[in-house]
């Protein structure tokens, strides 16, 4: 009786390990598998651990390892709450990208991380890449993140990560720009080729940070020219001249032409209080287009003042600027020109004028060019609207193989895109700065997509919401399949020794 006792208390304690150990081994196996594949439940409102389905795609195909290296040790993250989300977001990185992109955390005061390149060293990586210094006057600081390919390396900078909003209803509330940085980064350290663009210097140019970050986030690297010195490389696909205030030498008009001629890509962007620059004037006039001394204004499409102008995307040459995809763009810009066609219609021998932005037929213009002007307001005597405040000219010639070459002249008001203006437009989500990322998409030589467009997540206060289908699917976990199984198992034991 104690043998066959002994022998039932024995089976028992083994069934009671074994089912111990399975419940340890599928803990371990579902822990590796979450690693893996991200096998976790998003109830977040904002689905902030959902990736953007163009982004997924995109991480999904990427066929060679990327380092993703933060520098920050992950207990510190895990410490606090907003940096505790960002450890799941990256996580589900390396899961869309079966294990391509590699993630570790990395204190940047012990100036070492994992992997043969650069002798383990932050401090030589960041010598090698001097991109990663980059926007500047920042340098390369703790919680920043770096994307490193085996071409070359990319930096987020911990404040691009968490940006200010403002909701439907006017409230300011922080967002999450993780996925889009990490888009622009990967892109940017994969890509086989990367564009230039040169900004023009030494006619007083304003300050072009925000625009050159737009270049730089767009896959391209950025470089300050002063064609009274220098020629324009080759390689360039851009050459920007934001606002100059003293006029081109005929030299750098010739330079600039001969660089256009073949097959080179050249924005303008004119001062609103810089009236008269006449070589500029004469070039642009020869290409087919002038900037009045007009003020755009439109106090029924203004955002809190009359100065500020109402403006809507036009058919042009561009497939993601379109009107179907894009009907409104409200301009920020008190300093908005009219641009005029010096030829009518809309081509001329080998230029063709597309006009790009374009206010609303209730804007109104007012003569600066004789004086100041007192008021804003509508007055008897305005130009009534609409008028374009954007052209693209597209110039066709031919190489020396007699392929067809095609330039881009476009001009526009800095009204548009200057840095204050930018930066606002990202809090408002006005979509100003698309307009230069459409045109970089669409102008990039290499043939290859530059920039995805991945919208940012509001970290709003509400209380999580479960929808319907994620609280079935808890409920059937719960209440079904745990309590079937526990109970088979059970079932399982009990006739095992009823039989013995």
Same mark, same amino acid.
């Given at each position: 009786? &104690?043998?066959?006792?002994?022998?039932?208390?024995g089976?028992?304690?083994?069934?009671?390990?074994?089912?111990?150990?399975?419940?340890?081994?599928?803990?371990?196996? +579902?822990?590796?598998?979450?690693?893996?594949? @991200?096998l976790?439940?998003?109830?977040?409102?904002?689905?902030?651990y959902?990736?953007?389905?163009?982004?997924a $795609? @995109?991480?999904?195909?990427?066929?060679?390892?990327?380092?993703v290296? !933060?520098?920050?040790?992950?207990?510190?993250?895990?410490?606090?709450?907003?940096?505790?989300?960002?450890?799941?977001?990256?996580?589900?990185y390396?899961a869309?990208?079966?294990g391509?992109?590699?993630?570790?955390?990395?204190?940047?005061?012990l100036?070492?991380?994992?992997?043969?390149?650069?002798?383990?060293?932050?401090?030589?990586?960041?010598?090698?890449?001097?991109?990663?210094?980059r926007?500047?006057?920042?340098?390369?600081s703790? &919680?920043?993140?770096?994307?490193?390919?085996?071409?070359r390396?990319?930096?987020?900078?911990?404040?691009?990560? #968490?940006?200010?909003?403002y909701?439907?209803?006017?409230?300011?509330?922080?967002?999450?720009?993780?996925?889009?940085?990490m888009?622009?980064?990967?892109? #940017?350290?994969? &890509?086989?080729?990367?564009?230039k663009?040169?900004?023009?210097?030494?006619?007083?140019?304003?300050?072009?940070q925000?625009?050159?970050?737009?270049?730089?986030?767009?896959? #391209? *690297? #950025?470089?300050?020219?002063?064609?009274?010195l220098?020629?324009?490389?080759?390689?360039?696909?851009?050459?920007?001249s934001?606002a100059?205030?003293?006029? @081109?030498?005929?030299a750098?008009?010739i330079?600039l032409?001969?660089?256009?001629?073949?097959?080179?890509n050249?924005?303008?962007?004119?001062?609103?209080?810089t009236?008269?620059?006449p070589?500029?004037?004469?070039?642009?006039?020869?290409?087919?287009?002038?900037?009045?001394s007009?003020?755009v204004?439109?106090?029924?499409?203004?955002?809190?003042?009359p100065?500020l102008?109402g403006?809507?995307?036009?058919? &042009?040459p561009?497939?993601?600027?379109?009107?179907?995809?894009?009907? *409104?763009?409200?301009?920020? *810009?008190?300093?908005?020109?009219?641009?005029?066609?010096?030829?009518s219609?809309?081509t001329?021998?080998?230029?063709?004028?597309?006009?790009?932005? $374009?206010? %609303?037929?209730?804007? %109104?213009?007012?003569?600066y060019?004789?004086?100041?002007?007192?008021?804003?307001?509508?007055?008897d005597?305005d130009?009534?609207?609409?008028?374009?405040?954007? %052209?693209?000219?597209?110039?066709?010639?031919?190489?020396?193989?007699?392929?067809?070459?095609? *330039?881009?002249?476009?001009?526009?008001?800095?009204?548009?895109?200057n840095?204050?203006?930018?930066a606002?437009?990202?809090?408002?989500?006005?979509n100003?700065?698309?307009?230069?990322?459409?045109?970089?998409?669409?102008?990039?030589?290499?043939?290859?997509?530059?920039?995805i $467009?991945?919208?940012?997540?509001?970290?709003s206060?509400e209380?999580? !919401?479960?929808?319907?289908g994620?609280?079935? +699917?808890?409920?059937?976990?719960?209440?079904?399949?745990?309590?079937? +199984?526990?109970? +088979?198992?059970?079932?399982?034991?009990?006739?095992?020794?009823r039989?013995q």
């Open positions: 009786m &104690n043998r066959k006792k002994l022998k039932y208390g089976f028992s304690l083994l069934y009671t390990a074994l089912f111990l150990t399975g419940i340890i081994l599928l803990n371990v196996f +579902a822990g590796m598998l979450t690693e893996r594949y @991200f976790k439940f998003d109830l977040t409102e904002q689905g902030l959902t990736l953007d389905r163009d982004a $795609q @995109f991480m999904g195909n990427i066929d060679e390892t990327v380092d290296i !933060v520098l920050s040790e992950e207990s510190v993250w895990l410490s606090h709450p907003e940096s505790a989300r960002l450890i799941d977001i990256l996580q589900n390396a869309v990208s079966n391509r992109i590699r993630v570790q955390y990395v204190n940047p005061d100036n070492s991380f994992s992997g043969s390149k650069y002798d383990n060293s932050l401090s030589k990586l960041k010598e090698a890449h001097i991109e990663l210094s926007p500047e006057p920042e340098n390369l703790r &919680n920043d993140i770096i994307v490193l390919s085996s071409r390396a990319a930096r987020i900078p911990a404040s691009n990560i #968490y940006v200010p909003l909701d439907a209803e006017g409230r300011q509330v922080p967002s999450i720009n993780l996925d889009q940085e888009v622009t980064a990967m892109l #940017y350290v994969l &890509n086989e080729n990367v564009p663009v040169a900004f023009l210097e030494g006619h007083g140019e304003d300050s072009a925000n625009l050159q970050y737009i270049f730089d986030r767009s896959g #391209y *690297s #950025y470089m300050s020219l002063n064609l009274a220098e020629d324009i490389s080759k390689d360039t696909v851009f050459v920007v934001t100059p205030k003293t006029d @081109f030498l005929p750098e008009i330079k032409e001969n660089y256009l001629s073949t097959g080179g050249a924005v303008i962007l004119y001062d609103f209080n009236l008269s620059l070589n500029l004037d004469e070039f642009l006039r020869l290409w087919g287009v002038s900037v009045d007009k003020l204004c439109d106090a029924s499409q203004s955002y809190g003042h100065a102008v403006a809507r995307v036009m058919e &042009n561009f497939p993601s600027l379109s009107a179907e995809d894009a009907i *409104s763009i409200p301009v920020l *810009s008190y300093y908005a020109r009219p641009i005029r066609p010096e030829w219609g809309s001329s021998g080998r230029l063709t004028a597309f006009p790009l932005i $374009q206010s %609303y037929g209730t804007s %109104y213009a007012k003569d060019g004789s004086g100041d002007i007192t008021t804003f307001e509508k007055e005597g130009e009534t609207g609409p008028f374009t405040l954007a %052209y693209d000219i597209r110039h066709l010639s031919y190489d020396a193989g007699s392929n067809q070459v095609h *330039s881009h002249l476009i001009v526009s008001s800095i009204g548009l895109l840095d204050e203006v930018l606002l437009a990202s809090q408002y989500r006005f100003n700065p698309f307009m230069i990322v459409d045109i970089a998409n669409d102008l990039n030589p290499f043939g290859q997509s530059v920039y $467009q991945v919208p940012r997540k509001l970290l206060n209380p999580m !919401v479960v929808s319907a994620q609280s079935r +699917a808890v409920l059937f976990l719960m209440v079904i399949v745990l309590p079937l +199984a526990i109970l +088979a198992i059970g079932i399982f034991v009990w006739r095992k020794r039989h």
